[in-house]
């Protein structure tokens, strides 16, 4: 038996006043998702804990069985893996950008989406002389962003960010936020890669006569690398991942996965839906656990544009559609959290979840909806439930006892 577990980021939401007070799972027409639910097991769920609204990054390491408290540090490790930088333990990854100060002052955190790339090299040749020991490895990603990692003895992720999340104020110096000689060591190391990007980023041929300047770094989301078991090593499972976002790819990695990033896949609105599952069909063929991630809903929720919600989980459901044929498979579907467009951002309201394939015990739910799922049989689980409960079955669980 073989699971196709995909995640509709931010897909989950509140009744909205421009869709009649019914959410955009309510709203949209998703034959397909109506019969994975009418055939399988719903419920809702916790993806962290109630009332907790999670990041993508901590709830998908909840939805694929590893304990976030456990294995988070920051999001920063997987941008890294997922830029497809190979981490050894005890780097200290960051995410950054960027940017544009005048006189200190941040103007523009993203130096008008310039490409990093243009100047990836310049920061490839900074190196780190005021603290022993310390390697910063450089890798430009999409648009404005680059990862920035620290490798060396001694290293801590307790530090903040450069980056003040704002303009009109200054950019930050790094502070350890604990009082070990790691923290005191990374922060330092961190203000001195800063310092010595605003020097070669200043003189920086590609921002000659540019109305966007990018002479300075911003980095933020701080996180150290500690190796997880792999899903083959944890369940057994030959997994593998396809995604579009560096760090849905990351999380992914760190678990294990092979990943695949579809070309033709956007990671946006306006996703092409085809090259996710033409990517998922192959993946399936030589892997017992394939997860999908689509990033467009929680796009619209962070728009607050409730229609732009119907329509992706309309294209989400043409693409489920791919699937409905598949022979000794279970489909998972759900979200990683809900992302209300009433509110633009992450909430704590569990997410709909649906387990639909062979074995599965159907309920009396016959539409994928966050109010329909309530009233199904998996009741109201945590994201750290979901694993053990595919696992079972798949036929993969242990028995407790004797
Ligand atoms: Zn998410
Ligand atoms: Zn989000």
Redesign the pocket.
């Known amino acids: 038996m073989k699971c196709l577990f995909v995640v509709a980021?931010?897909a989950a939401d509140r009744p909205c006043k421009e869709l009649g007070g019914k959410t955009p799972f309510q709203a949209a027409n998703t034959p397909n998702l109506d019969t994975l639910a009418a055939d399988g097991v719903n419920g809702i769920m916790d993806v962290i804990s109630p009332g907790v609204p999670p990041g993508?990054d901590t709830a998908h390491l909840a939805l694929f069985g590893y304990n976030p408290c456990k294995y988070y540090t920051g999001r920063g490790t997987f941008e890294a893996l997922g830029a497809g930088i190979e981490l050894k333990e005890g780097d200290v990854a960051f995410r950054g950008n960027i940017a544009m100060i005048e006189k200190g002052i941040v103007k523009d955190r993203r130096a008008g989406r310039r490409d990093a790339k243009l100047f990836e090299k310049a920061l490839k040749g900074i190196r780190i002389e005021r603290v022993q020991g310390i390697k910063p490895v450089v890798k430009a990603t999409v648009g404005h962003r680059f990862v920035l990692v620290l490798r060396g003895k001694n290293l801590s992720c307790g530090i903040t960010d450069t980056d003040p999340h704002k303009t009109g104020v200054r950019i930050q110096k790094s502070k350890p936020l604990e009082k070990s000689e790691a923290a005191i060591r990374t922060a330092a190391a961190v203000n001195e890669f800063t310092e010595k990007a605003l020097n070669v980023l200043k003189k920086h041929p590609a921002n000659k006569n540019q109305k966007f300047k990018a002479n300075a770094v911003l980095l933020r989301g701080a996180g150290i690398f500690k190796p997880m078991p792999s899903m083959k090593k944890k369940y057994g499972l030959r997994a593998a991942g396809v995604a579009k976002g560096a760090l849905y790819l990351g999380v992914a990695r760190a678990v294990g996965m092979k990943t695949i990033a579809p070309k033709k896949a956007t990671g946006t609105v306006n996703e092409n839906y085809e090259s996710l599952a033409r990517a998922a069909l192959k993946a399936l063929k030589n892997h017992d656990f394939v997860f999908v991630h689509v990033k467009g809903p929680?796009?619209a929720?962070?728009d607050g544009k409730p229609k732009e919600k119907v329509r992706v989980i309309e294209g989400i459901d043409g693409m489920m559609g791919k699937f409905m044929k598949l022979k000794n498979t279970l489909i998972v579907f759900t979200s990683d959290?809900s992302?209300p467009c009433s509110l633009k951002?992450?909430s704590g309201d569990p997410v709909p979840v649906m387990i639909s394939g062979p074995g599965v015990r159907p309920d009396d739910v016959i539409s994928f909806d966050e109010i329909s799922a309530a009233k199904g049989g998996l009741n109201r689980i945590t994201g750290l439930s979901l694993m053990p409960i595919v696992l079972d079955l798949m036929g993969k669980s242990k028995k407790y006892g004797a």
Do not use: A, K, R, Y
Request: aromatic share 0%.
């Open positions: 980021d931010g993508s929680d796009l929720g962070h959290h992302t951002n992450h």
